[in-house]
Structures are given as structure tokens and as C-alpha cells.
């Protein structure tokens, strides 16, 4: 098998990815649907009312994340992923029915936001920690990429597949089909052969087990640099669902087959860097500055396009610049961190990124609706480039390189050592 899918060799993660994939396009179709559901039915075009939504989905992330790393170093990841996809696809199914039904209101979007984003505060750390158990240590970065491609994958059909259907049939029936596509997850998670899992040695019981992971953090310099990035990427120039809804709407006023349409462009550049990252051995610094560099470079030209289409152009190299910085960053936890603390690791890199996507959203969805859909994507852009140029400085004073060497190891092909 190419070296770009080795981890499918493994039947357990074979089963997995399979289940993965029919999931999160019921993800992505879910919501191109909750923002379209906010934006135009239960609301007259209000970008605070979407960032309120993602706020409310993201937050708790940044609350409870870290409890569920702890969840994911002392218990089955396994046992904790089927009860959280229970969860999530219950969720989707009220929503979906209220909908139908004609009852759904305002506040019933913000409770199912809050709902899918305390169920996937647990999930979240114990599914990406679970990669190390289906796959093995030699084939982590590996596998970390397919996952990103199979997210992508779905990024690129399901917005378009949502666009159509809500313009066909409206938002409900796209709720109910996503509720549905959980079944798949939950099913591939009995059918994978548990003796033939590699679980890590399990975090023993104590107090203070969160402030555990939060001082191994702070020891380690490398993941102080992906957490602030993170953070701030997160917040700003991560917020794509309420910037292209704002864009496609009030901007060059197109309907949901357009909005759902941007959702698909920018998911080629994002299929793209994740099949790239899947050909790599490991993470490298240059990759991750240079995906963040990207991000601010391409996000503040997207803010000048002239048209619709140009705009959808340039988020396809918005796409693979942010999956390069995403997947450098996850890599990099994953190879690096002692399997004992990499769930609470990793639950903190989640709440970070997805904490600052809950800050970020409403300030981003409120700039649009004030001063115009393009002051919101131009000062996204901004506030990345100046963070990842500030990143590269920081970088050469610790390295005793200069800032022009640095940017050298950014744009061209050369060997680094991993994060």
C-alpha cells in the first residue's frame, strides 16, 4: 500500500476511518444547516445571532475539555466515544424534528449548539487520543493526516450536499440526516477488534489532575508555542462557517447552494494539505509557521475580492494553509507528548483552539454585521499575519537565526527536527 495510506493497513483503523467519514458528513451538512437555520429563519441576516450559535457549540470546549482529557487517560476511550455519539446524534434529532415540525426556535438552536458542544467536549479528546490505540506509535502522523483527509473529504461533499437540500427541502431533513449518520460511528466501534487495540498504561486516580497537564504544558516550550498560536488562530482566523455566510449573503447576495458551495471550494485546499501531510514522515516547524502565515496572507486577500468567485478561489489556498498549521500542530502533540498525559494534552489544545472559536465568533460575526462582512474577514486576516510573523520572530531569537533564515526554512523544502 502507498506510504500515503499505511495506517489503513490496520483493520481496526480501517473500520474506524470508514465509520468517520459517513459521520462527519452529516457534521458538515448539520452545520452549513445551523448557520443557514439562524441566519435566514430564525433571525433577519444576524451575524451575532450565528456567532452566538458557534460561541455556545465551542465553549464548552474551553470549560470542560480539559475534565474530559482527564475521562480520556483514566477510562476506555472507547466506552466514552459510544455514549458521546449516542449523545450528539439525540441532539440533532430533536433539532431536526423541531424544525420540521415548524416549533423551532431561536433559543432552541442555542440549546442544541450547547448541547452537541458539551457532548463533544468529551468526545473530542478521547477520539483524537484513540488514533495512538488503533494504529500504534509508528503510525500516528500518519493516521493523524488520513483523519483530516476524511474530514475534508466530508467538508467537501457536505456543504454542497446540505446547500441543496435546504433549497430543496429545507433545514429540517438535513438535522435528521445527520442524526442518522451517527449510527455509523457507533456501529464501528463494536465492530473493532478490541484485543488488537494498544491502550497506554492508564492515569492513575489523584487530585489536581488537570493542573497536572496544564504544568507538563508549561514545562515544554514547544507546546506553549502551539497553544498561544492556536489560540489565536482559533479565535480569529478560524471562523469561516460565519465569515462565508456573511459573505455569501450580504456581500454578493447568493442563496444556500452558493453558501454551501464556499464550504466545499475551501475544503479542496483542506483535502489537499491533509493527503500532503499524510506523505510527510512527521511535523515540522516550518509547516506549521508557514500554514500560519498562509492563513493571514490569503484570508486578508479573500477580504478584496472583487467577486464571488474570486472569493471562493482564494479559500481554496485558505484551506490548505489552515489544515497545514492544524495538522503540524496535532502531529506534533501526538509524537511528543508521554502517552500518560497525551489526553489532557490534548484536551487543552482543543480547548484552546475551540475555546478561541467560541471568544472569537461573536466578535467576528458582530464586526460583520456592523461595519460589513469584508471588515471582518480583513481583520481575521490581520491579526493572524501579525501573530505568525511575530511567531517567526520569536522563533529566530530563541534559535539564534535571523529572521530572513527563518523565513528560508519556511518556504523551502528542508529537513527539520520535529516540534
Known amino acids: 500500500m502507498s506510504a500515503m495510506f499505511r495506517a489503513l493497513e490496520n483493520r481496526n483503523y480501517r473500520i474506524w476511518a470508514a465509520g468517520a467519514l459517513v459521520s462527519n458528513v452529516g457534521t458538515w451538512m448539520q452545520r452549513v444547516a445551523q448557520d443557514w437555520l439562524v441566519l435566514t429563519v430564525l433571525t433577519n441576516h444576524s451575524g451575532a445571532a450565528v456567532g452566538i450559535t458557534t460561541s455556545l457549540q465551542f465553549l464548552p470546549m474551553l470549560l470542560l475539555g480539559p475534565y474530559g482529557g482527564v475521562l480520556a487517560d483514566r477510562y476506555r476511550k472507547r466506552v466514552i466515544l459510544l455514549w458521546t ?19 423551532a426556535q431561536l433559543w432552541h438552536a442555542y440549546l442544541a449548539a450547547l448541547c452537541l458542544g458539551i457532548a463533544g467536549a468529551i468526545d473530542a479528546p478521547s477520539r483524537q487520543a484513540f488514533v495512538s490505540e488503533l494504529v500504534g506509535q509508528d503510525n500516528i502522523s500518519n493516521a493523524v493526516a488520513l483523519n483530516s483527509a476524511s474530514f475534508n473529504t466530508a467538508r467537501l461533499t457536505g456543504p454542497a450536499v446540505a446547500g441543496l437540500l435546504i433549497a430543496w427541502v429545507g433545514t429540517g431533513p438535513v438535522f435528521l440526516i445527520n442524526a442518522a449518520s451517527f449510527a455509523a460511528v457507533i456501529i464501528s466501534l463494536f465492530r473493532i477488534h478490541t484485543p488488537e487495540l494498544a491502550p497506554p498504561a492508564k492515569a492513575g486516580r489523584g487530585k489536581h489532575q488537570v493542573a497536572e497537564g496544564v504544568r507538563y504544558v508549561r514545562r515544554r516550550p514547544d507546546l506553549v508555542l502551539i497553544m498561544v498560536l492556536v489560540g489565536i488562530l482559533g479565535a480569529f482566523g478560524m471562523n469561516f462557517p460565519i465569515i462565508n455566510a456573511l459573505m455569501a449573503t450580504v456581500e454578493f447576495g447568493m442563496g444556500p447552494g452558493e453558501f454551501g458551495l464556499l464550504g466545499s471550494i475551501m475544503a479542496v485546499g483542506t483535502l489537499a494539505g491533509a493527503l500532503l501531510a499524510a506523505r510527510r514522515a512527521g511535523p515540522r516547524l516550518r509547516f506549521l509557521l508557514g500554514g500560519a502565515l498562509g492563513l493571514g496572507v490569503f484570508t486578508l486577500l479573500g477580504s478584496v475580492s472583487p467577486s464571488f468567485w474570486l472569493y471562493a ?17 496535532n502531529t506534533s502533540i501526538q509524537l511528543s507528548v508521554e502517552p500518560q498525559f497525551r489526553g489532557r494534552v490534548l484536551a487543552l489544545y482543543l480547548a484552546v483552539l475551540q475555546g478561541g472559536t467560541a471568544v472569537g465568533a461573536p466578535l467576528m460575526g458582530w464586526i460583520g454585521s456592523e461595519f460589513g462582512a469584508r471588515w471582518s474577514v480583513a481583520a481575521g486576516g490581520a491579526v493572524v499575519l501579525v501573530t505568525a510573523l511575530f511567531a517567526v520572530t520569536m522563533v529566530s531569537r530563541r534559535s539564534h537565526m535571523t529572521f530572513r533564515d527563518n523565513l528560508r526554512i519556511v518556504f523551502r523544502r528542508r529537513r527539520q527536527p520535529a516540534l
Open 85 to 103: 455519539q449516542v449523545a450528539m446524534g439525540l441532539t440533532g434529532l430533536v433539532l431536526g424534528l423541531l424544525v420540521v415540525t415548524g416549533t
Open 313 to 329: 478561489v482564494v479559500l481554496i489556498p485558505v484551506g490548505l494553509a489552515s489544515i497545514t498549521f492544524l495538522n503540524s500542530c
